[in-house]
């Protein structure tokens, strides 16, 4: 007689996800620290993929601009503007992927030092809520970092945008790290009331 007992399917789902998530966490943080030592490669990297996607996105915006003229032509110029607008941008930052990265970054720093007034105005308004000071934080960080990148413009924008994204890709991929290993608690439970 046969005493085994064999997991539920909750549980092989667990341990499929829990193994898979850890290996994707991993390999993201990896490359997340790839770009952070390689945030100059990782800016223009960056740079040409951004301006590949808004070429592929004029080209797009020139068919449907041509696809309205047979039906309306009202609305034509509004449409080949637009697609004008995409591929110039596009063409802009593929043929000069430095000139995009200085001026993406100047507009990330404009963004951050924007972004810091209002998180702090936001928590000066709100002190008397709980947790108010997180927003003061944020916005005293924001600042900070938009101040750095500005004050130090041009040159932060030969690392600025790779070191974001290397930071970004190193959080997210531990926060799936942390929630494979929550996948495996769960794993855990599912043995212990099973057994």
């Not at 110039?88 to 720093?109: D, K, R, Y």
């Not at 404009?110 to 928590?123: D, E, M, P, T």
Request: hydrophobic content about 55%; proline content about 3%; some cysteine.
């Amino acid at each position: 007689m046969n005493t085994t007992i064999k997991p539920p399917q909750e549980e092989k789902i667990t341990e499929l996800y829990s193994g898979t998530l850890l290996i994707f966490g991993i390999a993201m943080a990896a490359l997340g620290v790839v770009a952070i030592l390689a945030s100059a490669l990782a800016t223009i990297g960056a740079v040409l993929v951004l301006g590949g996607v808004l070429l592929a996105a004029g080209i797009l915006e020139c068919i449907q601009a041509f696809r309205m003229a047979r039906k309306h032509k009202k609305h034509v110029l509004l449409n080949a503007l637009s697609a004008i607008v995409y591929l110039c941008a596009g063409a802009l930052l593929l043929f000069n992927p430095f000139a995009g990265a200085l001026s993406l970054t100047l507009l990330i720093g404009a963004y951050l030092i924007v972004s810091g007034v209002i998180n702090l105005f936001h928590g000066f308004r709100h002190r008397k809520e709980p947790n108010f000071g997180w927003f003061i934080f944020g916005g005293i960080v924001d600042l900070i970092l938009g101040f750095i990148i500005v004050l130090g413009w041009p040159v932060t924008a030969l690392w600025v945008i790779g070191l974001l994204i290397g930071i970004e890709m190193l959080t997210y991929g531990s926060a799936w790290i942390a929630t494979s290993f929550a996948f495996k608690d769960i794993e855990k439970d599912l043995y212990r009331r099973t057994a």
